[in-house]
T-cell receptor, first 113, second 114 residues
């Protein structure tokens, strides 16, 4: 599976944009970049995903570099409830289809007043 | 739309016993995957089912098994429980098998083996 590298932790002031980087230099052309977050004792929450183009939804924006070797998740106005572990995942297609996600250690985002 | 529902939320079992966990996917979702989360190993893929067939399997011993029913609901079973099986077991569902279909997770079943 394509490996991802994320900072271990980041801090962000409430109301400011949180920019979470992810490196995935070995990504292949047909592999999607997914972002999930996990708040303690809950299941991972899907945030956004993309292949080549930048994507935006009600939760966040995903910026993928032109060479697709890195991406940035942007939470435009972080709140205390955005404090969580954020996982960047390169989703690899499996033989016969499949949905295996390989989670790394993620980035612990702490949003503070 | 209801999310992925896992039952029970918490479970305490004794070493050597067996346990069955249940997962109801989002309505219309046909793929169900199971993951184990522990502090030491993080989130690890167990297996995936689609149309009642196991499509993929992770690196877990045969004590871990699962099945999917015709209504897409899924169960996983762990036999001969070991202390190391204590973990949060997460179920995820998706619309289809392709890489463009996001997985949506439930809040898991917390299993404690004593």
């Amino acid at each position: 599976d394509a490996k991802t590298t994320q900072p271990t932790s980041m801090d962000c002031a409430e109301g400011r944009a949180a920019n979470l980087p992810c490196n995935h230099s070995t990504i292949s052309g047909n592999e999607y970049v997914y972002w999930y977050r996990q708040i303690h004792s809950q299941g991972p929450q899907y945030i956004i995903h993309g292949l080549k183009n930048n994507e935006t939804n009600e939760m966040a924006s995903l910026i993928i570099t032109e060479d697709r070797k890195s991406s940035t998740l942007i939470l435009p106005h972080a709140t205390l409830r955005d404090t969580a572990v954020y996982y960047c995942i390169v989703r690899v297609g499996l033989t016969g289809g499949g949905n295996k996600l390989t989670f790394g250690t993620g980035t612990q985002l702490k949003v503070e007043l | 739309k209801a999310g992925v529902t896992q039952t029970p939320r918490y479970l305490i079992k004794t070493r050597g016993q067996q346990v069955t966990l249940s997962c109801s996917p989002i309505s219309g979702h046909r793929s169900v995957s199971w993951y184990q989360q522990t502090p030491g190993q993080g989130l690890q893929f167990l297996f995936e089912y689609f149309s009642e067939t196991q499509r993929n399997k992770g690196n877990f011993p045969g004590r871990f098994s699962g099945r999917q029913f015709s209504n897409s609901r899924s169960e996983m079973n762990v036999s001969t429980l070991e202390l190391g099986d204590s973990a949060l077991y997460l179920c995820a569902s998706s619309l289809a098998l392709d890489s463009n279909s996001p997985l949506h997770f439930g809040n898991g079943t917390r299993l404690t083996v004593t």
